[in-house]
């Protein structure tokens, strides 16, 4: 086989790619020749050196396959990636913002439900001294030492359940499946 013949069969077994591509790959084979050939190697030297254009052809088939599928995967995930962005702005993001909004207000109502007492027991010592007002903050304060604990548990699960819905959407975006 000739350099000649090499890039002639090559060109046949690289049929069904673009003709600019085909021209490309044809063109970086004749100065690869022509290079080893200056370097002093003989045409034979060069053709047992390389594959023959089956498999040279059979490869860049294949590697051109692989990059058009990592191009499509790729356009893919930013596709997901725009359309979970569009949906977590327009339908997550107000709940969420919005249970996390009432989860601290309750707490700071908590807290100063369990400080109440001793509010009124400084108005009950300075001013007005109505017993009513100060077993009524100890009522208050029974429900809020009720309403903390519930609070944590509430909130952890909260916290819990936005780590596995943002895991969820970076597997999404990934491409994985579960």
């Not at 088939?61 to 191009?71: A, I, L, P, S």
């Not at 903050?137 to 519930?150: A, K, N, R």
Request: glycine share 8%; hydrophobic share 45%.
């Amino acid at each position: 086989m000739t350099k000649n013949e090499f890039l002639a069969n090559l060109r046949l077994h690289l049929h069904g790619l673009p003709g600019d591509e085909i021209d490309s790959i044809i063109q970086d084979y004749e100065q690869y020749f022509n290079e080893k050939e200056k370097s002093g190697m003989s045409e034979t030297g060069i053709l047992t050196e390389l594959p023959s254009p089956e498999q040279v052809a059979s490869t860049i088939k294949k590697e051109r396959k692989q990059f058009r599928q990592q191009e499509k995967s790729s356009t893919g995930k930013v596709i997901i990636a725009i359309a979970l962005i569009f949906f977590n702005l327009t339908f997550v993001l107000g709940p969420a913002l919005g249970i996390g909004g009432a989860i601290i207000g309750l707490f700071v109502a908590a807290i100063s439900l369990i400080i109440s007492p001793l509010l009124v027991v400084v108005k009950f010592i300075i001013g007005d001294r109505l017993l009513f007002e100060l077993f009524l903050s100890f009522v208050f304060s029974g429900i809020g030492l009720l309403l903390l604990p519930l609070l944590v548990k509430g909130s952890s699960f909260y916290v819990q359940t936005i780590e596995r819905y943002t895991r969820w959407n970076i597997r999404q975006v990934q491409g994985e499946s579960k």
